[in-house]
């Protein structure tokens, strides 16, 4: 009895987390309603429910509503509910909130309709926000020429520490376009527009003609920003090794209160190159014009946020179009790029609209850019970090000016770094799923508990977490520079083996299944210890596959809907049964 | 501008492609069976011919970085065209 009494208690904690788990809850605002009424509801059965409403005022939505009967009404919540629930219902397709949307703020440059980057990114709501006024970012670069659209844009002194002078012109034509991206001028009835246009530029040129540059110089170049006043470095550029020198700038720059960011870098390899992957650099990966990651981008350990970096495999509209440098005549031309460096200069304008409005911590620039970032579900192999950057809920939530605890931690648990060996992802762990099947294990132990030995066996532990979760912590663990997919396989159940390897969330059915626990009770069944691990398998896998059943029953071949579920289900069944028969032999055996 | 000296690098040989890398403003690379490498400071000029298949002598630069950030960044000593 008392058994059945944890067991009620068990489930009904589970319906409670999976009743709030984050779904499509968010909400937006409004203070009027919308009738939408049916197109086969004639004029005078309208006119009748809408009189019927004269104490809220209902109204066309305007002069063209009338051919689709959508009227508007003031009202909250409580008033769709109530509506919802009476005669009106019958006569409508819809009765729903009327969300207020905000203000766009469009820029007037002939060529922004080409910059799919800035709107992927939602840059029109937030320049009604932010514009970056007052902040100075440093662009580490090839050096920044004045072209056209640029003349607009406020400059700072900065420096040429390849020829060692003051005037850092660009000879390459890399670091214009960088530079372009973060603050072209806008609203000039010319070319393209820049994320943070009325931020001011730093040019510090630390690559050549040819597109590189020593370690020493770059140090260099972070601490004469850190001393001129720069709010924010960009670093479109990375390769080498680990340099002392180099971790130590970034840490006085850090330390200065500067917001450091870097390209992630564009060898398609997981894990990001230095510096990007150095404390206290935000790692930015590159996506397409689809939002999938670019084929050349960077990914797994290190990586920190995506933004759009462009692929001009399929034409140069796919690309980042700034105005740069043409090098062989130094005149001004418009030109689309593709590269991680590209992807990082929208996140330091982000970043410098983040400072201008009021947070000066580069560790809460930081956090503010996480947690505002789009998150990506399924995001195994960390190709997007913390998700897509979203300059308007970044500015949003930047002027929004609370900081609750528990955003702080779970920033902290989702971005822990641990130097530069290891580096865990949270994201990838899907904490509340693999939870919920350990918890199912052991409460199914606990129903056959009359059948265990006391105390239970270390082994039939190992069982029930194997079986159930795998050791799951370990699927947001990467060791730089070694492939992640061994830690993956650890970290997985065995009905998740099948896809592990790959990365992929989706269950393979010749695991998730009950030919595993079969097999290993088949081999292990006659041993007088392992058997334990068998039998506790078998009630982990039974766990495993319900959990995945009710919250994410996707399988290969099957799919997602209610044959995976019955699939799934019935297998769980089998599972449990083989345990309960096992263990009831051994019991007469005994 | 500060040359850290690159001698303790070894020597190494390698054997590709030659190619144009895209990315950025585009640079030289050298394709190789296990790894792409960064030819530094696009030098010497008259290996820079798209799809020449080349052996090449010369050590990695760690103290280098660059825009294109395609792989490792090898400075070039001596080459050899193939076939």
């Known amino acids: 009895m008392k058994r059945l009494f944890w067991f009620a208690l068990f489930l009904a904690a589970i319906l409670w987390a999976i009743g709030s788990y984050p779904g499509l809850s968010n909400e937006g605002e409004f203070d009027s309603i919308i009738l939408n009424f049916k197109d086969d509801v004639d004029v005078a059965q309208i006119e009748q429910q809408v009189a019927s409403l004269s104490g809220f005022s209902p109204q066309l939505n305007s002069s063209f509503s009338d051919i689709n009967h959508v009227y508007v009404l003031e009202g909250d919540r409580q008033l769709i509910k109530q509506l919802k629930q009476s005669d009106l219902k019958q006569y409508t397709q819809a009765i729903e909130p009327n969300y207020i949307y905000q203000a766009l703020e469009v820029p007037n440059d002939p060529d922004y309709a080409k910059q799919w980057n800035l709107k992927a990114i939602n840059m029109e709501q937030a320049w009604s926000r932010s514009k970056g006024e007052g902040v100075t970012v440093a662009v580490i670069d090839t050096g920044v020429s004045p072209v056209k659209d640029l003349a607009d844009t406020a400059f700072v002194p900065g420096y040429d520490f390849v020829n060692d002078k003051e005037d850092a012109a660009d000879d390459n034509g890399h670091g214009t376009h960088v530079a372009g991206t973060v603050a072209q001028s806008t609203n000039n009835n010319y070319g393209v527009a820049g994320v943070a246009y009325k931020a001011k530029l730093m040019p510090l040129k630390v690559l050549s003609a040819f597109g590189g540059g020593t370690v020493s110089d770059i140090a260099d170049a972070i601490r004469f920003a850190a001393d001129q006043g720069a709010d924010v470095i960009n670093m479109s550029l990375g390769g080498g090794g680990r340099s002392q020198v180099m971790e130590e700038a970034i840490a006085y720059a850090h330390d200065k209160g500067v917001v450091i960011v870097a390209a992630a870098g564009n060898e398609n390899r997981n894990s990001a190159s230095f510096p990007a992957r150095y404390d206290h650099v935000i790692a930015v990966s590159a996506l397409d014009s689809d939002g999938a990651r670019a084929p050349y981008s960077n990914f797994g350990a290190g990586v920190n946020i995506s933004a759009p970096g462009g692929s001009t495999q399929s034409g140069n509209g796919q690309g980042i179009l700034q105005e740069t440098v043409d090098p062989r005549t130094g005149d001004g031309v418009f030109r689309a790029l593709q590269g991680t460096s590209m992807a990082s200069p929208h996140v330091a304008g ?207 071949w099957i799919g997602s809907g209610t044959w995976a579920r019955v699939y799934l289900l019935v297998n769980a069944a089998l599972s449990v049964l083989l345990a309960y028969l096992s263990l009831q032999s051994e019991a007469n055996q005994a | 501008m500060t040359n850290p000296s690159s001698d303790q690098e070894e020597t190494m040989t390698l054997e590709g492609v030659v190619e144009r890398s895209p990315l950025g403003m585009g640079t030289w690379s050298i394709v190789c069976p296990e790894q792409t490498v960064e030819i530094f400071q696009a030098q010497p000029e008259d290996i820079l011919q798209e799809g020449l298949r080349v052996r090449v002598t010369g050590k990695t630069r760690p103290d280098v970085m660059t825009l294109a950030m395609i792989g490792p960044v090898f400075e070039v000593d001596h080459f050899q065209i193939l076939e």
């Not at chain 1, 000016?401 to 648990?413: A, D, M």
Request: proline share 7%; net charge neutral; with cysteine.
């Open chain 1, 350 to 556: 982000v970043a410098a609209l983040i400072r201008a409005s009021g947070v000066s911590d580069p560790d809460r620039v930081a956090q503010i850019l996480y947690e505002s970032a789009h998150g990506i579900e399924h995001d195994e192999l960390n190709q997007f970090g913390a998700g897509y950057l979203d300059a308007e809920a970044a500015v949003k939530l930047a002027q929004r000016g609370q900081w609750p605890f528990h955003l702080f931690f779970r920033w902290l648990w989702q971005t822990a770094f641990f130097k530069l060996r290891l580096w865990f992802d949270a994201s990838a762990v899907p904490v509340i799923p693999k939870l919920l099947m350990i918890g199912v294990a052991y409460s199914l132990a606990v129903l056959v508990g009359s059948y265990l030995p006391n105390p239970w066996p270390g082994l039939f532990h190992g069982g029930l977490i194997l079986g159930s979760a795998g050791l799951f912590l370990l699927r947001g663990l990467y060791i730089f520079d070694l492939p992640q997919w061994p830690l993956r396989l650890l970290g997985s159940s065995i009905p998740e083996w099948g896809t592990a390897a790959q990365a992929n969330p989706v269950l393979n059915p010749i695991t998730a299944s009950v030919l595993a626990p079969l097999l290993l009770l088949a081999f292990l069944l006659s041993h007088p210890s392992l058997k334990w691990y068998a039998i506790g398998s078998a009630l982990g896998v039974g766990a495993c596959l319900t959990v995945s059943a009710v919250l994410d029953p996707e399988c290969l």
